[in-house]
């Protein structure tokens, strides 16, 4: 749901919050599944991010640590618009906030085979790019194409993106998937 928002360099999922080294989709641990996001503050803000957030999952559901609601921050700054954004949710919320707030100490990437999933059901898309597994993992064009594929995206923001995308190789044919993909 992020990937094609502009200022989003980058998502990948993994696995985070727990004690467990090196965890693994079969073999957790206290992990929870979660997505990493880079971004560029300038273009997009972390308040931002997480009102995406709050609007795109149910918060108030009770589950165990592999799929909990959480919100992994690295500063104390984060945690702050974090409280802060929670607070303001709850306001608008009627069911009580049991999503956690925790101070992110390791991420793990997940398998090759659980990143950019969306993508992966297009292949006609995923083959532009050419990339392995691990380059689609770390990849910003990967990265958007995920995010129109998953249809998250606005078609104003693919007519921005279209020039570099032309010049990346994508065909008009391909721009024209991503259009359907994307949001009026």
């Not at 909990?68 to 919320?93: D, H, K, P």
Request: glycine share 8%; aromatic share 10%; proline share 4%.
């Amino acid at each position: 749901m992020f990937g094609a928002m502009p200022g989003v360099i980058r998502t990948k999922v993994g696995y985070t919050g727990g004690a467990k080294a090196n965890p693994t989709y079969r073999s957790l641990g206290d992990h929870t599944e979660s997505v990493h996001i880079e971004y560029d503050p300038s273009r997009i803000t972390y308040k931002h991010l997480l009102g995406i957030f709050w609007n795109n999952h149910d918060c108030s559901a009770s589950h165990a640590p592999q799929y909990m609601s959480a919100i992994f921050y690295t500063n104390q700054e984060q945690l702050s618009v974090a409280q802060e954004s929670m607070a303001e949710f709850q306001r608008q919320y009627s069911s009580k906030i049991r999503t956690k707030l925790i101070q992110l100490d390791r991420f793990y990437d997940a398998e090759g085979y659980h990143q950019k999933h969306i993508l992966k059901r297009h292949p006609d898309l995923l083959r532009v790019l050419g990339l392995t597994e691990s380059q689609l993992t770390a990849s910003h064009i990967a990265t958007r194409f995920n995010g129109y594929a998953g249809s998250n995206g606005k078609i104003k923001w693919l007519d921005e993106e279209e020039p570099s995308l032309l010049e990346l190789g994508v065909s008009e044919d391909q721009l024209a998937t991503l259009r359907d993909l994307a949001e009026p």
